[in-house]
């Protein structure tokens, strides 16, 4: 491994997830999250270029959470990198709190936007690009998007503009865990080939393990040759607690205290 | 743009979606912020000059509303002040959960333009009417809505909207030939209404294309000895409070006109007003039927759905006699 820091966050961030799934006492978003985790902390302790003690450096690399619901595993990857504290950390999902199930935009906790509705983010992220391509400002930016996700329109009405305006300052991560709310994709609406689809939008398209993180970081590092570049990360969804991987009822579910026990004793063996 | 009686009456011949391409060329020598978007309907939105003289500034985003006003989400959080422009129901509803989220949850500063609202459309039919957008509009928090009384305040607002910092949906009605309210300068903020005429029997509060007429419905009624006052509420929402105080204060009837369907738009926003008020005053509300109506030119829709002057000033006749 090439990289242990990613590593290391990324298993922080797991513990993160299911702690604060639990102590919530509701059902959450939690095996996306553990599917886009190494994803995450990849970007947040590797590639991304910012400072947690200045969260609005106009040269910071900007990250939008296209898929709103991912929030447990991008809250835990803003604690991570310091840009919000474990006491901020903690109020998740408490009344008043700014930590909720979908982004609301605080800059001064790194969160760029608001999220939730799906197929939202990824168009912001276009503007944002090419603001910067405009005002020739070096930062990139960067956004997610679930696999279920590219089910809306809008996804690909933004594909379309990216390599329109050769955004090469733009990647977008798909966090394609082969699932969604109602199932399997592809039983509920097929989306294979999605590197193949991107490709056929003008896109540089990279297909990785997406829990390989010495993968990840080479998709990022790799030129997309004036395009809007894709990182494909193929991914498990429940990653990381055996009793969730590739279990669809983990997609919004709430932990009792023996699940927690077990995930907790899971992660650390 | 010197607002005068030649300049006034070459912007009536344009029509407001003409002089909305004007307006916005006029003021991109003391933007360099601006940007303008277009969902493939520049040359239709008045807009081929400005893309023209400012290439860099104008972003067509092709035939994608959703995705315009989500990429003008982008900009604006950039610090670019954004206009994005269509006609009235593709974003007021196509892309309106974008515009909801954007422009109401985050407040980005982007000005939306509906081009060619109410029926001005004419033979285009439904399918292309802005007949329900304030009510869609108005009930997102934090969008400010307004609709311009003719060429001359399409002028004013857009220069005042380019130094507004926030979110707002800007709607054009009425069509080429475009009738005169203003021939010479006056004073315009968004949010202040403006008394056009002073009456003692009644208040018109008119919006867009309406105010026109209701000032051509006035001159009827006065010839029957009925003295109304005109207000032009150019800003739906937020509702001039002060405006509304001082025209309830009056005890008089109160008559909405707009070319908008009688749910959720002016006349809604002036009833909603009224209704937990101790002393209210009599409301009648003229708009367009919920319905989708007949189609024909523009003039021929204003008369078939009573919003030409006679029929306003007919309308005003029945209810005070009611």
């Known amino acids: ?269 | 743009m010197e607002i005068n009686r030649r300049n006034v009456r070459q912007w009536a011949r344009l029509g407001t979606r003409g002089v909305f391409g004007q307006a916005i060329l006029s003021i991109a020598p003391k933007h360099s912020d601006l940007m303008v978007m277009s969902a493939d309907l520049g040359s239709s939105s008045g807009l081929e000059r400005f893309k023209n003289a400012f290439p860099e500034q104008f972003l067509n985003a092709g035939i994608a509303e959703q995705n315009m006003v989500g990429v003008a989400g982008g900009l604006a959080k950039e610090g670019y002040n954004v206009f994005a422009t269509s006609f009235s129901p593709f974003i007021a509803m196509r892309a309106c959960e974008q515009v909801r989220m954007n422009m109401g949850y985050m407040k980005m500063n982007i000005k939306t333009v509906a081009i060619g609202s109410g029926i001005g459309m004419g033979f285009l039919g439904n399918s292309h009417f802005g007949i329900e957008d304030v009510a869609v509009m108005r009930s997102i928090p934090n969008i400010t809505v307004v609709n311009p009384a003719d060429c001359a305040e399409v002028f004013k607002l857009v220069e005042a909207a380019a130094n507004f910092d926030g979110p707002m949906y800007i709607r054009l009605t009425g069509t080429a030939n475009c009738p005169i309210v203003y021939s010479e300068d006056y004073s315009f903020e968004i949010g202040k209404a403006i008394t056009l005429r002073e009456g003692d029997d009644l208040t018109i509060i008119a919006c867009g294309s309406m105010v026109h007429e209701s000032l051509q419905a006035a001159d009827l009624l006065a010839e029957l000895d009925i003295q109304a006052s005109v207000v032009n509420m150019h800003t739906i929402k937020p509702l001039d409070q002060r405006m509304m105080e001082g025209t309830i204060n009056k005890k008089q009837p109160v008559i909405t006109v707009e070319e908008h369907s009688i749910i959720g738009g002016l006349g809604s926003a002036v009833s909603e007003y009224m209704a937990p008020l101790h002393e209210r005053v009599r409301h009648l509300a003229i708009g367009l039927p919920d319905a989708y109506i007949e189609t024909g030119d523009y003039q021929y829709m204003l008369e078939q759905q009573g919003l030409d002057a006679i029929s306003i000033s007919k309308k005003i006749q029945k209810f005070l006699k009611s």
Do not use: C
């Open chain 1, 1 to 269: 491994m090439k990289h242990p820091k990613i590593a290391e966050t990324a298993s922080f961030m797991r513990r993160k997830i299911l702690d604060i799934s639990y102590h919530s006492g509701t059902s959450t978003h939690i095996g996306g999250a553990l599917s886009m985790t190494d994803a995450m902390a990849t970007l947040y302790s590797h590639v991304m270029n910012f400072d947690a003690s200045n969260p609005r450096w106009s040269e910071r690399d900007r990250f939008i959470l296209s898929k709103g619901h991912g929030v447990l595993g991008y809250y835990p990857a803003l604690l991570a990198a310091g840009l919000i504290t474990e006491e901020k950390f903690s109020t998740f999902q408490q009344n008043g709190s700014d930590l909720i199930a979908h982004p609301v935009m605080n800059l001064d906790l790194g969160i760029e936007s608001s999220n939730g509705s799906l197929g939202h983010g990824i168009s912001m992220a276009v503007g944002i690009a090419y603001s910067a391509k405009k005002k020739s400002l070096e930062f990139k930016t960067y956004t997610l998007v679930g696999d279920g996700e590219t089910n809306e329109g809008s996804v690909w009405e933004a594909a379309m503009l990216a390599s329109h305006l050769s955004l090469d300052n733009l990647t977008v991560v798909v966090d394609y865990n082969g699932m969604q709310n109602d199932g399997l994709g592809k039983e509920v609406l097929e989306v294979n080939n999605m590197s193949e689809r991107f490709k056929a939008f003008g896109w540089h398209a990279i297909d990785v393990d997406g829990h390989d993180t010495d993968a990840l970081v080479t998709a990022f590092e790799q030129s997309s040759n004036g395009k809007p570049k894709v990182v494909v990360a193929h991914t498990i969804k429940g990653k990381g607690v055996s009793f969730m991987e590739n279990d669809n009822s983990w997609h919004h579910n709430r932990l009792t205290k023996s699940n927690y026990e077990a995930a907790i004793a899971g992660l650390t063996e």
